[in-house]
């Protein structure tokens, strides 16, 4: 079931966004672009969320076939090194909210503060560059304004998604008695925000409880936390 999740998640990324880089009209008046834009943010962050399970070893027990679906949807999510995000992710789950959690921002708690914390804490050179080649070979068949508008900001956009919902809102002070030993809280039970929100990403307490629950099935890990 893992893998075909992720597979249906990657395909659907690839499709949508062909077909919204082929087929959508770039109007600042056309509203079914922002639609779209809303809709590939979503997907971006899907293929994000799979890499994640990946890192936790639950897209599928076939080692080595779980790692290379983690390695090709990070890749193509930003251009990110699959091998050294297992090393990051593994020191939030060990310290999280501390100074030893590299998705930690200690000095501050201000959102745009410790976004920025954030990502700078995984952007290296190498990304850039792999980006700037698949943007420059995408410049062969499209418009830079088109892949600015509907594959470049909805990769941002969706950092933020993921950043607010399994992130930022989590982890965040006042840190309760209610969110140890993890230092981490849950959104509201609604299965269908929780969804649409960020995966069920929200329900983040319980995904640090069950690090090798994959994210489909974290409603069902709901408690009182």
């Not at 899907?46 to 076939?62: C, P, Q, S, Y």
């Not at 030993?181 to 960020?198: E, T, V």
Request: hydrophobic residues 45%; charged residues 10%.
């Amino acid at each position: 079931m893992g893998i075909l999740i992720a597979l249906l998640i990657l395909t659907t990324w690839v499709g949508h966004l062909f077909y919204i880089l082929s087929s959508v009209e770039i109007g600042w008046l056309n509203p079914w672009m922002y639609i779209h834009i809303v809709v590939q943010t979503w997907l971006f962050t899907g293929l994000f969320i799979t890499g994640h399970d990946a890192m936790h070893g639950t897209v599928t027990r076939i080692k080595w076939l779980n790692n290379s679906i983690g390695f090709f949807v990070t890749l193509m999510y930003a251009g990110m090194w699959y091998p050294t995000l297992v090393k990051q992710h593994r020191k939030h789950h060990l310290y999280p909210a501390s100074e030893g959690d590299p998705d930690y921002c200690v000095s501050s708690q201000n959102f745009f503060v410790w976004w920025f914390s954030f990502m700078k804490s995984y952007i290296t050179v190498g990304q850039i560059v792999f980006m700037a080649v698949l943007f420059n070979v995408g410049l062969i068949f499209f418009s830079e304004l088109q892949l600015l508008l509907l594959w470049v900001l909805p990769a941002i956009a969706s950092t933020f998604q993921l950043f607010y919902f399994g992130t930022y809102r989590p982890h965040r002070m006042p840190h309760t008695d209610a969110m140890d030993p993890h230092r981490a809280r849950s959104q509201s039970r609604n299965h269908l925000w929780a969804f649409l929100s960020c995966y069920f990403f929200g329900y983040h307490y319980e995904h640090h409880e069950s690090p090798r629950t994959p994210w489909w099935k974290l409603h069902l890990m709901i408690n009182d936390k």
